[in-house]
């Protein structure tokens, strides 16, 4: 892939993400969703850009569980994933994930969750959030919902319901 940059968002990207999301989705509720939920504590977002164009973005926001678990972990969701329609299908969403994933290693998160397609996302190591106790505080297929332990044996002593901040309500 040409001239590909993937990196942690900067300051003068809030626009081109905007609309990026609102393009992706063909409506702004997850444009939105990303400016509300931006700077917020253990959020992180990157984008991919090509010949500065931003053509890519990923974000990751922490969620809670309601159940049983340390409130030690770090646990984030990866959402939303989004890439300029001209530009699917090209490599650009997976190179996002990937490094994304790794930044939030490097970030000590312990566990990362994803509501999605299960051929996609397992691509990048999810597996049923279910296996591991966990689900989803929306109603979804089990399948749909499904997590990454980043520190190993980090979801040991989970299990409940995972929730994202209320800011995604926008989204349902
Ligand atoms: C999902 C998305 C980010 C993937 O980005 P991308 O750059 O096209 O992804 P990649 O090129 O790395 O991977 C493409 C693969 O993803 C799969 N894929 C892409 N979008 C998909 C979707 N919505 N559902 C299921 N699979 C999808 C394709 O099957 C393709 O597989 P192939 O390479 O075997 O044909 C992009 O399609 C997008 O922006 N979609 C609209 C927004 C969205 O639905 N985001 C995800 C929900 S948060």
């Known amino acids: 892939m040409i001239d590909m940059d993937i990196r942690a968002e900067k300051p003068e990207d809030v626009n081109a993400i905007h609309q990026v999301n609102r393009e ?3 409506r702004e509720n997850e444009a939105i969703l990303v400016d509300q939920l931006r700077g917020i504590a253990s959020t992180i977002s990157f984008v991919a850009a090509q010949s ?3 053509v890519g973005h990923l974000f990751f926001s922490p969620v809670t569980i309601n159940g049983q678990c340390s409130s030690q972990l770090l646990i984030l969701g990866l959402a939303p994933v989004a890439v300029l329609p001209n530009y699917q299908r090209q490599g650009i969403g997976s190179l996002l994930i990937q ?6 290693r490097q970030s000590n998160c312990d566990a990362v969750v994803v509501l999605g397609d299960r051929q996609y996302y397992s691509r990048f190591g999810f597996m049923a959030a279910s296996t591991q106790g966990l689900r989803c505080e929306y109603d979804v297929p089990d399948e749909a919902f499904m997590v990454l332990e980043l520190n190993r044996a980090a979801l040991q002593d989970c299990s409940g319901t995972v929730q994202y901040r ?3 309500k926008l989204c349902e």
């Open 52 to 54: 500065e164009q931003i």
């Open 166 to 168: 209320s800011e995604f």
């Open 99 to 104: 490094q994304g994933l790794e930044a939030c």
């Open 24 to 26: 992706a989705f063909r």
